[in-house]
Nanobody
Framework: QVQLVESGGGLVQAGGSLRLSCAAS????????MGWFRQAPGNEREFVAA????????RYADSVKGRFTISRDNAKNTLFLQMSSLKPEDTAVYYC????????????????????WGQGTQVTVSS
């Protein structure tokens, strides 16, 4: 089992940058595929980015490709999301998640593929 705590959210102007962090506690962080999702009011939770166990492979939603970068530090049990060129439509609560059913090559995109979730951190982008 793993516990996840996000941080780094806040208010930023359009075009700005933020770096989200997700601190994981528990066992075998390096054996989980990790992902970032977001949820805006009235919308379903949507996939943003995912990364394999080792961090060697990543996957992004088309809406953030080229602007966001997911990374992980397994030695520090931490997941990151570097967000640049932010747009008002990026405004949402951002969640990190861990998938225990993945293999070392997986970058799951579905909410149902993830077993553990953080509490979320608010990102607000003003125009």
């Amino acid at each position: 089992q793993v516990q996840l705590v996000e941080s780094g959210g806040g208010l930023v102007q359009a075009g700005g940058s933020l770096r989200l962090s997700c601190a994981a506690s528990g066992r075998a962080f390096s054996r989980y595929a990790m992902g970032w999702f977001r949820q805006a009011p009235g919308n379903e939770r949507e996939f943003v980015a995912a990364i394999t166990w080792s961090g060697g492979s990543t996957r992004y939603a088309d809406s953030v490709k080229g602007r966001f970068t997911i990374s992980r530090d397994n030695a520090k049990n931490t997941l990151f999301l570097q967000m640049s060129s932010l747009k008002p439509e990026d405004t949402a609560v951002y969640y990190c998640a861990a998938s225990s059913s993945s293999n070392r090559y997986s970058t799951p995109v579905q909410v149902s593929s993830y077993d553990y979730w953080g509490q979320g951190t608010q990102v607000t982008v003003s125009s």
